[in-house]
């Protein structure tokens, strides 16, 4: 994340906040994600607290600002029953697949080190994942979901999805956010709109802060 966030250097999308590129619309979107608070409304507490150690592998974060709340987001998206509109062969619905996913790996790590999984040292919880994402675990807990299927399309998905929705991530990617009303003009292939940010590349970093401290 360190390096990402370097890519961009000076650039924050939320100096956007009252620039012509956000509406009011995406202004209130934009203010609901920063507001979530890192509790749970879906999950139960013993769920939540698994989802906040998955999310810490499968995302892990830098020390130096406040983290996004990973499993607050994917909490939230399951409270509000938005889904991806569409289901993969063998996956239930997204709550039930979360919850039925959240049990097993804890009856995986039970059965091999005898602690839940968010009690494992880091190592031991990316050894899990690995062999959940290499469909390698076969508790009976799974009932008829294949590890390997809940790895791919609900939990890393789920959690990486809810990272890059965040202001933050934006931020570190160089992206600008939902540009409404203003849209994208520059389309082409390494073009960029005057309110884009700027990429550090070819020793330009001080071009690249002065650009991206004007980007609104």
């Not at 994208?184 to 005057?194: H, I, K, N, S, T």
């Amino acid at each position: 994340m360190h390096e990402q966030s370097d890519r961009y250097p000076g650039y924050d999308v939320l100096a956007k906040w009252s620039g012509p590129s956000w509406n009011d619309k995406t202004r209130e979107v934009i203010t609901r994600r920063l507001s979530i608070a890192p509790e749970p409304r879906f999950f139960t507490a013993d769920e939540y607290e698994t989802v906040v150690a998955i999310a810490d592998r499968i995302v892990p974060q830098p020390a130096d600002r406040p983290p996004v709340a990973i499993a607050a987001l994917v909490d939230r998206k399951l409270d509000d029953q938005i889904m991806d509109g569409f289901r993969r062969p063998g996956v239930p619905r997204d709550g039930e697949a979360w919850r039925l996913g959240l049990k097993a790996l804890n009856a995986e790590a039970a059965a091999a080190y005898g602690k839940r999984f968010a009690e494992l040292p880091e190592a031991l919880q990316d050894k899990l994942l690995r062999a959940a994402q290499s469909g390698e675990l076969a508790s009976g807990e799974w009932g008829g979901l294949r590890c390997e299927v809940f790895f791919r399309h609900r939990l890393g998905r789920d959690i990486v999805l809810a990272y890059y929705a965040h202001p933050t991530a934006w931020s570190e990617i160089g992206w600008g956010g939902p540009a409404s009303p203003r849209g994208y003009v520059r389309l082409g292939l390494d073009e960029r709109d005057p309110w884009e940010a700027a990429e550090a590349k070819d020793g330009n970093a001080a071009t690249a802060f002065r650009s991206n401290r004007r980007v609104r």
